[in-house]
């Protein structure tokens, strides 16, 4: 028999091969979420945010995402153990944060991205609740009286955050209960138009024309575009030209994926992995570029280019294949520069910051994330240095000094007051015998210009240039920073810096090409006077790095060049 209700709506993209293992492993054993504790949806939900260390898990709990894969294997299996347990959270939730004067409340169960996800799940649940003959007409009522709570909260402009990713959330949310019930309730058909209007807003507000997110962060590109995707596959969206650019951006992020297989992790990003075998590659994704990066080669195919420029964005990427592996993606040569601010949002203090892999092996990698532990007081001076979070490895992971970048008298590149001056990039070209140059611009505490050129000869050579004045004629000390892969070993020697490369013949050598900076002794998971040396791969992980730099000192004036040479002997006449 054909059921007349519409699918779940998978917009947060629930491996579809292991939905119904996963949801019989959730009814008999918990939920967890990363190193959260274990939640058996039998026991009481710990909807209370306790601490301020417990946000993001608190924020998991309030979305529902316990629901998702049971919601999924309902969908594919119409099993009513999986249904079961969603409507027992569903109506706990409901009678537990109708009343919105509540004080002892969680400040997550109303928020903003919370909302959105919540609604799309709510609406199913009271679809399929109906469908499988589990709701009386008193529990449903409760429950669509929570729908119309969320429809209400999503309807008002004031709590739509249109500037960001979690107002995408929001529509995603009120697009899916809308076409749900548009048929039963003006409410949900207002619902449904107002989010077709909204989506085709925000995506031309979240991302630039060049088909970047610009929030920063090339995992929450990553995010965005899998919930776009999934509203698309799930008949959210039909509009074709929304559908177009959708693989405009999937091909954009497609050059933010390094030959190790885990995405860029530029501002608040993850170091995640996006391997995928050639058969999960073609299911994900619809572009041949993105499958070919991330089933690494085995599907797809590359673009001939070897060099994407986003110049709107801000943003610039070089791929190109070993000559002496050419099909062996793990050993491409890859350098990304991010010269982008936008706005606050996901931003680190990292103007003009690049990384670089290169001969099967990451070189130079950005912090990461860490995660959003301890809210920081409004007023503090983390407050006024533009950090919202407190915990001590997320605010060196944001900080200057934790990228590949110059930082100045030891301080912070601002984030809060200055206006986002948008994109960094000013020039690039690539020559015929594959050497590329990139040029960059911006203003740092209002009087200092700064330029950085970054000069690269794959599987050779790379040549960071960095020239700066001060307008004011005012003094600084300045650092070129540098930040190796954890798995690399530093040895200073003599005015330079010695590499052990264990996936190269040649080791990885480092000198200045002027006679006027010198060279930092190496640090190494430091958190005394000041962390430095640290790299965090995911939430709550960070573990030690080397860090150097070449420093100058009480100039108003200064350059660096600094060359990174694969040779087994280096030094400048």
């Not at 946000?55 to 049971?70: A, G, K, Q, T, V």
């Amino acid at each position: 028999m054909v059921k007349s209700m519409i699918a779940y709506e998978d917009i947060s993209n629930v491996d579809g091969t292991k939905t119904v293992v996963s949801a019989t492993e959730i009814l008999e054993k918990g939920w967890a979420r990363r190193k959260y504790p274990l939640i058996s949806l039998n026991d009481p939900i710990p909807w209370s945010l306790r601490t301020q260390q417990e946000r993001s898990w608190n924020f998991y709990i309030h979305c529902w995402d316990m629901l998702d894969s049971l919601l999924k294997a309902y969908s594919e299996t119409q099993e009513k153990q999986f249904i079961r347990p969603a409507i027992r959270v569903a109506e706990d939730w409901a009678e537990k944060h109708s009343d919105l004067s509540q004080a002892d409340m969680s400040p997550l169960a109303w928020y903003d991205m919370a909302v959105g996800l919540r609604a799309y799940r709510l609406a199913y649940i009271i679809d399929a609740g109906k469908d499988a003959g589990l709701l009386d007409q008193d529990l449903r009522n409760k429950l669509w009286a929570s729908l119309e709570q969320h429809q209400a909260y999503l309807a008002d402009d004031k709590n739509i955050l249109f500037h960001n990713n979690h107002g995408y959330y929001q529509v995603a949310g009120q697009l899916a209960m809308g076409r749900r019930f548009a048929g039963e309730s003006p409410l949900m058909a207002q619902a449904l138009e107002q989010g077709k209007d909204r989506l085709k807003a925000m995506l031309a507000q979240q991302f630039a024309e060049d088909g970047i997110h610009l929030e920063h962060s090339p995992d929450y590109h990553r995010m965005v575009l899998d919930t776009l995707k999934a509203m698309i596959d799930s008949g959210l969206v039909e509009d074709a030209d929304t559908i177009a650019f959708a693989e405009t951006t999937e091909r954009a992020l497609s050059w933010f994926v390094l030959p190790s297989q885990h995405i860029v992790n530029f501002g608040d990003s993850d170091y995640r992995r996006m391997r995928r075998s050639p058969t999960e590659a073609e299911q994900k994704w619809r572009t041949a570029e993105m499958r070919y990066v991330v089933s690494g080669g085995k599907v797809g195919q590359l673009p001939a280019e070897h060099l994407a420029v986003f110049p709107e964005s801000g943003y610039v990427a070089v791929r190109t294949p070993a000559k002496d592996a050419p099909q062996d993606f793990s050993k491409s040569s890859y350098l990304a520069q991010m010269a982008a601010f936008h706005s606050r949002t996901h931003k680190h203090a990292d103007d003009l910051s690049f990384i670089w892999s290169d001969r099967g092996s990451d070189i130079l990698v950005d912090a990461g994330r860490y995660g959003y532990l301890g809210k920081t007081e409004q007023g503090s001076e983390l407050w006024l240095d533009g950090h919202w979070y407190s915990d001590p490895n997320r605010v060196y992971c944001e900080s200057t000094r934790a990228h590949n970048t110059l930082e100045f008298d030891g301080k912070n590149y601002p984030r809060k007051g200055p206006k986002p001056y948008g994109s960094a990039l000013r020039r690039w070209v690539q020559d015929a015998s594959g050497i590329v140059a990139v040029e960059t611009e911006c203003k740092h505490f209002h009087s200092v210009r700064r330029v950085r050129m970054l000069l690269f000869l794959p599987g050779k050579w790379l040549v960071a240039l960095d020239w700066f004045h001060d307008n004011a004629q005012q003094p600084h000390g300045a650092k070129q920073w540098f930040h190796l892969a954890p798995h690399l070993q530093l040895l200073l020697q003599g005015g330079g810096y010695l590499v052990s490369m264990p996936s190269s013949i040649e080791p990885l050598r480092t000198i200045s090409l002027l006679d006027g900076p010198f060279a930092s002794r190496p640090y190494l998971g430091e958190k005394k006077p000041v962390m430095q040396g640290w790299w965090s791969a995911k939430e709550r992980d960070i573990v030690p790095n080397y860090a150097f730099c070449y420093e100058l000192s009480g100039v108003s004036t200064g350059v660096f060049a600094t060359l990174f040479s694969f040779s087994n002997s280096l030094a400048t006449d």
